[in-house]
């Protein structure tokens, strides 16, 4: 709705595979760990770095459903719950509440 209105959007995701599932009209995918699209605090060069593309991202495109894919890294190895070495382990859910076993 806020698109009909002429209001251009761009979504900044760190989610590649939702975003696609969504279609927003315009994405900028960064590769960093969710909640962090903009990099890590303090990293004021990296954040207007990625602002910077965004907003260009908005005064540039018109194709709808666009995602396109920041170059900037992480500098580290991003982990999933399965490469850390903790107890977490995945188990069936109780088949009465739907809940995961402890």
């Known amino acids: 709705m806020v698109e009909e209105q002429g209001i251009v959007t761009v979504n900044v995701s760190t989610g590649r595979d ?3 599932s969504v ?6 995918f960064v590769n960093h760990p ?3 699209p903009f990099g890590r605090p303090g990293e004021q060069d990296r954040q207007r770095e990625i602002l910077i593309r965004a907003l260009e991202l908005a005064a540039s495109n018109n ?3 666009v ?3 920041h170059p900037s890294d992480w500098g580290e ?3 999933t719950l399965y ?3 903790s107890k977490f382990q995945i188990s069936e859910p ?3 509440t739907g809940k995961q076993r402890s």
Request: glycine letters at 8%; hydrophobic letters at 35%; proline letters at 11%.
């Open 67 to 69: 995602i396109e894919d």
């Open 83 to 85: 490469d850390l070495d």
């Open 63 to 65: 194709q709808a459903g």
């Open 23 to 28: 279609r927003p009209p315009r994405s900028l």
């Open 77 to 79: 190895k991003l982990l």
């Open 34 to 36: 969710m909640g962090n």
């Open 18 to 20: 939702i975003t696609a």
């Open 94 to 96: 109780d088949p009465t």
